[in-house]
């Protein structure tokens, strides 16, 4: 087996192997370290309302009272326009209803709002009831209440948003269901997480008791959805001032959209965010972001989004392993693609950007990557390692040099093999390289041995030996049942492949290239020789001895190859003239000349 066989053949095994290890390693490591359970929960992900989850807000703005006719209101939306708000998205076929506005004032409208919430059954309404804002009791509305004890999230930390204590103390008393729901604190008046989760629950079709505390790893689960629950394994948001794919419009226009059939159709589908807008003067309206003060209906969208995003809060560890797996697969084609690269700067850019990502997850990633790339760029680092490695060991031949050869022929089991052992010589290069510089010889039989000896691999050959200006070849029987015919063809390949070189050679060498060649079929084996620097892998047999002699004869008997009988035997269509010559060290032999090589 040669060298580049081995190389094709441990290749993927190598890759397997530590693909394997990789996987296997995730599935302890996010098993073992409560960091890294929900590693793409602690990474910071651009976030866009997402195309499953359109969006519209509504915004009232100084403009609305004017165009809705109520300049003397002493509320910001008469009640009653809410009604005809609700009943016109639910003609249009809206999702969910999110209404963050204040109920202050006269309460002449209440029955008309009552009978909106009854009309527009089954579509969800939810209202985040902040008590120490609104003088209404909303459960006079008609609807149902759900309280959360403690608080769900610190105000002023909104995009950690689901980061609470341990000990959170979580008993909502109700969920949406084609009823109004107001959502409210009993301990805190920061209630538009709770309102974006009644939403994120209305859209799956969930309800609040689905939602649970996993004690052992602090965190709340819905259904396949995690959120951890303590400052290690916090949820960020990059949050961006104008959301992309969210809509927006001012309350009156959307009231006139709503009252034509054409324009309506633009809320089917739509998660509708009722709310104030930015010119609001009252502080309440806003509410403090990394990226400053944003409206609470913005707040609301950036809160649905990050729990409805479907590249959001669920990464296991089996799901760790499969990007592992993934990753040693890239680095398998990246590794075939290597020849038609320069390896250099590509295994530097790999191993960069894998450590990068994998142990900086807070890095903000933007245009180089996203975190779904975290745990694969971590697969991609252990297996490019290995296969970048696999390559340093081939392109600086360590396996010839620190390896049993018969590790990389795989003979320990083997042991006796039967081959035909084919011997090269280049007849006349001592004449021709006498006089010459050593380099400038030495680059000469190369450069002839580099030019003809590629064709024996091509006939199933290995070039096991070279020294000076001839080679060793054999031709294994267990490899190719017919290895004798294979050397045959080799020979007459040999043959004209110097034919084809001698010109060039003559004319950079002044010298004619030609070839003589011996073979002989018969048993041999290997041995491993000590030196004083490596085990070497070294073979032995009469047969190869025989097949040497059998080469240097040609120079006697004048003739360009030949062959022992046992070779002629098996091959009985050979041409060529029998005879018996002594061969050195062998005795009387009978050979075989070969006229057509």
């Keep these: 087996m040669s060298s580049g066989s081995l190389a094709r053949g441990i290749r993927p095994v190598l890759l397997a192997l530590g693909a394997a290890a990789s996987a296997a390693a995730a599935l302890v490591v996010v098993d073992r370290v409560p960091a890294l359970q929900y590693f793409e929960l602690q990474t910071e992900r651009p976030v866009r309302v997402v195309a499953r989850v359109p969006m519209t807000l509504v ?38 209803v999110i209404l963050d506005v204040f109920f202050r004032g006269s309460t002449d409208d209440d029955e008309l709002v009552k009978g909106a919430l009854r009309r527009v059954a089954p579509m969800p309404v939810i209202v985040p009831w902040e008590p120490a804002d609104t003088k209404l009791n909303p459960l006079a509305l008609g609807g149902i209440e759900a309280s959360f004890k403690k608080p769900y999230v610190t105000p002023l930390l909104v995009p ?28 805190s008046e920061q209630t538009l997480p709770h309102a974006a989760l009644e939403a994120f629950l209305a859209l799956n079709h969930g309800h609040l008791s689905e939602v649970s505390f996993d004690a052992g790893r602090s965190s709340w689960r819905f259904r396949d959805l995690v959120w951890p629950a303590e400052q290690g394994g916090q949820y ?18 959307a009231l006139s959209a709503l009252g034509d059939p054409g324009t309506a159709k633009t809320f089917a589908g739509q998660v509708v965010i009722v709310a104030d807008s930015t010119e609001g003067a009252r502080s309440g309206d806003m509410q403090a972001t990394p990226i400053g003060m944003v409206e609470g ?39 075939s693609l290597l020849p ?3 390896p250099g700067p590509l295994v530097l850019a790999v191993v960069l950007y894998g450590t990068v990502l994998a142990t900086v997850p807070s890095v903000r990633f933007g245009a180089f990557g996203s975190v779904a790339l975290v745990p694969l760029a971590m697969a991609g680092l252990v297996s490019a390692l290995v296969s970048f490695g696999w390559v340093g060991v081939r392109r600086t031949h360590l396996l010839d040099r620190y390896l049993p050869r018969y590790v990389k022929e795989d003979l320990a089991t083997k042991g006796e093999r039967l081959a035909t052992v ?10 021709s390289i006498r006089g010459r510089e050593l380099d400038e010889a030495a ?63 003559r004319k950079r060498f002044g010298a004619k290239l030609d070839l003589t060649m011996g073979a002989e079929t018969g048993p ?74």
């Design 236 to 253: 960020r948001t990059t949050w961006i001032a104008d959301p992309a794919g969210i809509h927006k419009m001012e309350f009156a226009e």
């Design 160 to 187: 950690e948003h689901v980061r609470v204590a341990s000990t959170l103390q979580y008993e909502p008393d109700a969920s949406v269901h084609g009823f109004p729901l107001f959502v409210r604190d009993k301990d």
């Design 297 to 335: 209906g913005m707040v609301l969208a950036h809160f649905i989004n990050s729990l409805a995003s479907p590249s959001g809060s669920q990464a296991t560890g089996t799901g760790i392993a499969v990007t592992f797996l993934a990753g040693a697969g890239l680095s398998l084609v990246l590794l």
């Design 443 to 505: 680059t000469m039989l190369a450069s002839a041995l580099k030019e003809i000896l590629q064709v024996v691999p091509e006939h199933g050959g290995h070039v096991e030996v070279t020294m000076g200006d001839g080679a060793m070849a054999m031709f294994y029987f267990d490899e190719h049942p017919d290895a004798d015919r294979r050397c045959l063809h080799a020979m007459h390949a040999l043959r004209s492949a110097s034919v084809q070189a001698s010109p060039e050679f």
């Design 524 to 597: 041999v084996t290997g041995k491993i020789v000590k030196t004083n620097r490596v085990e070497e892998w070294s073979l032995f047999g009469m047969t190869i001895h025989l097949a040497a002699r059998l080469q240097s004869a040609c120079g006697d008997l004048g003739v360009g190859a030949v062959v022992g009988p046992r070779l002629h035997k098996a091959l009985p269509d050979l041409s060529g003239l029998a005879g018996k010559r002594d061969l050195k060290g062998i005795g009387e032999t009978e050979i075989f000349s070969l006229n057509d090589i």
């Design 59 to 96: 915004v009232i703005d100084s403009t609305t009272k004017d165009k809705l006719g109520d300049p003397d209101t002493t509320e910001t939306v008469r009640r009653g326009h809410y009604s005809e708000l609700l009943d016109g998205l639910a003609r249009a076929g809206a999702r969910v």
């Design 422 to 431: 084919l011997f090269v010589d280049m007849k006349g290069s001592t004449k």
């Design 340 to 342: 038609l690269l320069k």
